[in-house]
């Protein structure tokens, strides 16, 4: 006799563990499957996805174990603190990120005792719909689900020609591993995870040079933005971005890897010790049985959802990096959240306009609701303001004033329709913006809220007052 659920949730990712969570607090039977892809060293299927294995969370450990170095390198002598002979140990870095990743997957485990939810190891497919329930094939078991949650995720693109080893040439799991800082460091691709990963090496003491096809850098960040951390990453951190390449060729050698490519001033070579490759990442629908059941994708292999991630499919939902919508974790938790309260009847809705963004280099950068290019190209009448971070005392006495905050409103309802933060703490600092636009404020409420002093979040404060032209400290 198969094990029966009111909800089987395929996949243990941000997305997959948290819709499963919920679903078993709104007293509905739960069980998430997860396969062997982020196995422990015994072999064992670890919840938590590429987010808490290979994604946001190693990759922010690294980042911050990096920029302590940094700073005890370059910023703390302006504060009178000498730290002479400053070295890395690379492996005990690794290791420390490996015990959080280590801390947080046995934690979601906790969780799922916690709420009753069955944790089924092993790899789930669908097998067919028989009497209005759904037959999932988790490993070599078949369950029965009145409603199924597909939380596959997403895993690294790879290019044609251009074999990932884990050792020369990696992707984003590899680069969470590398175990010495490489002399020189090649990167394909200048997004987001290309961009962390080489700021990571970069203050470690790597040469960095970051190969990317697009010609415009950071297109989905404010244009300003954009601007601003173009300038503060090649110039100022000395990182090697270069923009509108054509790769040709990539072939390891024995210690290095060579890169044939093109740009506007012809042909070129680069020769690096290790190579990241950054270009994306693609939906997981293969191994789903998609297809034999009539389980519907979009032109880009995402399984097509509506605004509530229902799926063409009765009783079929997907959230998270597998459908459309920016691959983030917050967002695929959300979504999660979303599905199983409708599942249990209530009318939860989410809105995709209010998604933070964010870049977790130094400085930081995060957005949140529309660019300025978005509005001009929308014929959308607005007004900004703009504070920099140099005139912000505490900012000040961090001594890390770089960047600014940037409020678009509409020019006549004065609502907010988009923040950008370009500076320390930006990560932190949207959270405001994003309850504002949330409860649809205008940019005089964030003007008329009283902000601690000396706080970072006085630039917001500012910037709000900017939008009126009544700043006060600028
Ligand atoms: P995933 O996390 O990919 O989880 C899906 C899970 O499903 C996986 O564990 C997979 O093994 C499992 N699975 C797949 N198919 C099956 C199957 N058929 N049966 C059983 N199990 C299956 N996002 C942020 O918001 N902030 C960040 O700072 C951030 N940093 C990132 C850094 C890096 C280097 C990378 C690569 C990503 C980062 N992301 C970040 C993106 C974030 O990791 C993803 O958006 C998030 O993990 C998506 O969650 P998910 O649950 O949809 O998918």
């Known amino acids: 006799m198969s094990q029966e659920f009111d909800v089987v949730v395929i996949g243990g990712g941000p997305a997959g563990y948290v819709a499963a969570i919920r679903a078993s607090q709104l007293g509905l039977k739960t069980a998430c499957c997860e396969s062997e892809a982020y196995a422990d060293p015994k072999g064992e299927p670890r919840l938590g996805g590429t987010c808490l294995n ?162 415009d850098f950071l297109a989905a960040a404010d244009a300003n933005v954009a601007k601003e951390a173009w300038k503060i990453f090649t110039s100022k951190q000395g990182l090697n971005i270069q923009m509108g390449v054509q790769i040709k060729e990539v072939t390891p050698k024995k210690k290095s890897v060579v890169i044939k490519y093109e740009n506007d001033d012809g042909d070129q070579t680069l020769e690096v010790d290790k190579l990241i490759v950054a270009v994306g990442r693609v939906p997981n629908t293969a191994g789903l049985n998609a297809e034999a059941v009539g389980l519907a994708l979009d032109e880009r292999g995402r399984i097509a959802v509506d605004h509530h991630c229902a799926t063409n499919l009765p009783n079929v939902w997907a959230v998270g990096d597998v459908v459309p919508g920016p691959m983030l974790a917050h967002k695929g938790m959300e979504e999660g959240v979303m599905v199983a309260e409708r599942i249990a009847g209530q009318g939860t809705t989410l809105n995709h306009d209010t998604i933070p963004w964010v870049i977790y280099t130094h400085p930081e950068i995060a957005w949140v609701g529309k660019t300025e290019q978005e509005l001009k190209a929308g014929n959308v009448p607005y007004k900004q303001g703009q504070i920099p971070f140099l005139a912000n005392g505490r900012a000040l006495g961090q001594g890390d004033t770089t960047g600014f905050v940037k409020v678009l409103a509409h020019a006549e309802t004065d609502q907010i329709l988009g923040v950008h933060i370009i500076g320390t703490n930006a990560s932190e600092l949207i959270a405001e913006a994003v309850v504002t636009m949330e409860f649809a404020g205008a940019a005089e409420d964030l003007a008329r809220t009283c902000h601690a002093h000396p706080t970072l979040s006085e630039a917001m404060h500012e910037a709000a007052l900017a939008v009126d032209k009544r700043s006060l400290h600028f």
């Not at 992707?171 to 200048?190: E, Q, W």
Request: one cysteine or more; hydrophobic letters at 45%.
């Open 54 to 215: 290979v994604g946001c969370i190693p990759s922010k450990a690294l980042l911050h174990s990096s920029e302590l170095y940094d700073q005890a390198t370059h910023s703390f002598v302006m504060h009178g603190i000498k730290a002479d002979n400053v070295t890395i140990d690379v492996p005990s870095m690794i290791k420390r990120k490996d015990n959080i990743v280590t801390q947080l997957v046995t934690g979601i485990k906790g969780l799922f005792k916690k709420y009753k939810v069955t944790f089924i190891p092993g790899h789930g497919s669908f097998v067919a719909n028989a009497d209005g329930k759904w037959q999932v094939k988790i490993g070599e078991e078949i369950v029965t689900a009145t409603h199924v949650i597909v939380a596959t995720g997403s895993h690294a693109r790879h290019l044609p020609g251009i074999p990932v080893d884990q050792q020369l040439v990696v992707d984003n799991i590899g680069a969470l591993n590398i175990s010495g800082v490489p002399k020189r460091l090649g990167v394909i691709g200048a997004g987001v995870i290309g961009l962390e990963m080489s700021s990571v090496w970069k203050r470690l003491g790597s040469e960095v040079t970051i190969l990317e096809a697009m010609p």
